[in-house]
């Protein structure tokens, strides 16, 4: 059974820094994307930061600049590095790992809690 299990998150002072990361297990996975999104309080999931299996980067505008998203290929993890938080960076982030070609599969870590304030 394929689970995403996220560590790091937690309460966080504006311009703080926080270090999420997510292991992947169970699953021979190869040729995917790993990532982070997020969803704010009432609102939809949205995307904060993607890595491809070769290395190629997407990062939400919103974060850019600020945040850092980085895998270990071999170990299955993503980890994304998040500096000068700022209150509207809250929310509950969720890791994505996700293949688009076949065989097609797409996960969920269960979500973690940033919150940002003073």
């Known amino acids: 059974q394929v689970q995403l299990v996220e560590s790091g998150g937690g309460l966080v002072q504006p311009g703080g820094s926080l270090r999420l990361s997510c292991a992947a297990s169970?699953?021979?996975?190869?040729?995917?994307?790993m990532g982070w999104y997020r969803q704010k309080p009432g609102q939809q999931r949205e995307l904060v930061a993607t890595?491809?299996?070769?290395?190629?980067?997407n990062i939400a505008d919103s974060v850019e600049g600020r945040f850092t998203i980085s895998r270990h290929n071999a170990k299955n993890t993503v980890d994304l590095q998040m500096n000068n938080l700022l209150p509207e960076d809250t929310g509950v982030y969720y890791c994505?790992?996700?293949?688009?070609?076949?065989?097609?599969?797409?996960?969920w870590g269960q979500g973690i809690q940033v919150t940002v304030s003073s």
């Open positions: 890595v491809t299996s070769g290395g190629n980067t």
């Open positions: 994505n790992l996700r293949r688009i070609f076949l065989p097609k599969y797409n996960y």
């Open positions: 169970g699953g021979a996975f190869s040729g995917h994307t």
